[in-house]
T-cell receptor, first 114, second 117 residues
């Protein structure tokens, strides 16, 4: 059974640009969540999607957005990149998003903003 | 808001010995889940063990077990017979069950575990 796949693995962008990250969940999983991991702030929740609807959102500016497609694949977009957006972005999938099932994480996308 | 605290930034253990990682949390909810995740250098977060708050019995998974003290809001992880492959960053995490606050994991700051020969 394939795991959670995140692409690309590494990304270098220039300040002011925008970026789109992709996440393919485990087959049959309908919930996808995104987290940002930085040395200073640790792991922080960005948002969660379930059946193409955003169910929960963390405390991030509007430059961070996401969407989920009918096949449960999800993308997150960051516009007008800032140096502080450099981080590891992790995606996690779950059958229905409930805590009883836990979450399976991907290996992340390492974004560097220069 | 829920918070998770891991007070040990680094821990070391000898191979084959036992080590305990500490975690405390704060919540006003009565029903919730607690998790320990492991993050090796490969970056992927791997679920180690899960505890449901309404279950008094401590969860175990092979060499991994927890000591869940609900009243004290404490959730420690014990690793027995430590192996070199256990070396990683360990994160304690909380997830509530209320509709408004559920479906998101709140993580602690992590404990870096080193396993020595």
């Amino acid at each position: 059974k394939a795991g959670v796949t995140q692409t690309p693995r590494y990304l270098i962008k220039t300040r002011g640009q925008q970026v789109t990250l992709s996440c393919s969940p485990i087959s049959g999983h309908r919930s996808v969540s995104w987290y940002q991991q930085t040395p200073g702030q640790g792991l922080q929740f960005l948002f969660e999607y379930f059946s193409e609807t955003q169910r929960n959102k963390g405390n991030f500016p509007g430059r961070f957005s996401g969407r989920q497609f009918s096949n449960s694949r999800s993308e997150m977009n960051v516009s007008t990149l800032e140096l502080g957006d450099s981080a590891l972005y992790l995606c996690a999938s779950s059958p229905n998003g409930g805590p009883a099932y836990g979450y399976t994480f991907g290996s992340g996308t390492r974004l560097t903003v220069v | 808001a829920q918070t998770v605290t891991q007070s040990q930034p680094e821990m070391s253990v000898q191979e084959a010995e036992t080590v305990t990682l500490s975690c405390t949390y704060d919540t006003s909810e009565s029903d919730y889940y607690l998790f320990w995740y492991k993050q090796p250098p490969s970056r992927q977060m791997i679920l180690v063990i899960r505890q449901e708050a309404y279950k008094q019995q401590n969860a175990t998974e092979n060499r991994f077990s927890v000591n869940f003290q609900k009243a004290a809001k404490s959730f420690s992880l014990k690793i027995s017979d430590s192996q070199l492959g256990d070396a990683a960053m360990y994160f304690c995490a909380y997830m509530g069950t209320l509709t408004g606050g559920g479906n998101k994991l709140t993580f602690g700051t992590g404990t870096q575990l080193k396993v020595e020969l």
